[in-house]
C-alpha cells in the first residue's frame, strides 16, 4: 500500500491556480509533520512548504511564499494541500509529498513519501 497518494497535478498556463492533495493511507501513523517537495528536470529535490500536525507551525519556501500556501483539512488529518497561485514556468516539478513521525522539525529524514505528481506550467 503506497503511504502516501498526491493527486491534483497537470498542465496549465503561466499564471494560473493549481491545487495538489496528498492523502496517507491507513498503514501510515502517528505523523508529527507533512510537506510538499519538488524535483525540476535535472535539479535537486527541493522543499516547498509543510506543516505540522495541528496545521501549525507552516514553513514555505522563501522562492514561492508570496505565490504557495499549505494547509492540513481540518476534518482529515492525514490530508494535505498545497494551494500555488500565479504559477510559473519555473514551478515545473513532479511534487512529492512526505510525512515524518516523531518531529515537527521541516529538515531531516521524512519516513513516508508518495510517488508524485507532474505540474507543468506553459504557454
Known amino acids: 500500500q503506497v503511504p502516501l497518494v498526491e493527486s491534483g497535478g497537470g498542465l496549465v498556463q503561466p499564471g494560473d491556480s493549481l491545487r495538489l492533495s496528498c492523502t496517507a493511507s491507513?498503514?501510515?501513523?502517528?505523523?508529527?509533520?507533512m510537506a510538499w517537495f519538488r524535483q525540476a528536470p535535472g535539479k535537486e529535490r527541493e522543499y516547498v512548504a509543510g506543516t505540522n500536525w495541528l496545521g501549525a507551525g507552516t514553513i514555505i519556501a522563501y522562492s514561492v511564499r508570496d505565490r504557495f500556501s499549505v494547509s492540513r483539512d481540518p476534518a482529515k488529518q492525514n490530508t494535505l494541500h498545497l494551494q500555488m497561485n500565479s504559477l510559473k514556468p519555473e514551478d515545473t516539478a513532479v511534487y512529492f509529498c512526505?510525512?515524518?513521525?516523531?518531529?515537527?522539525?521541516?529538515?531531516?529524514?521524512?519516513?513516508?513519501w508518495g510517488q508524485g505528481t507532474q505540474v507543468t506550467v506553459a504557454s
Open positions: 491507513s498503514s501510515v501513523s502517528s505523523i508529527y509533520y
Open positions: 512526505a510525512a515524518k513521525r516523531g518531529s515537527t522539525d521541516w529538515q531531516g529524514v521524512y519516513d513516508y
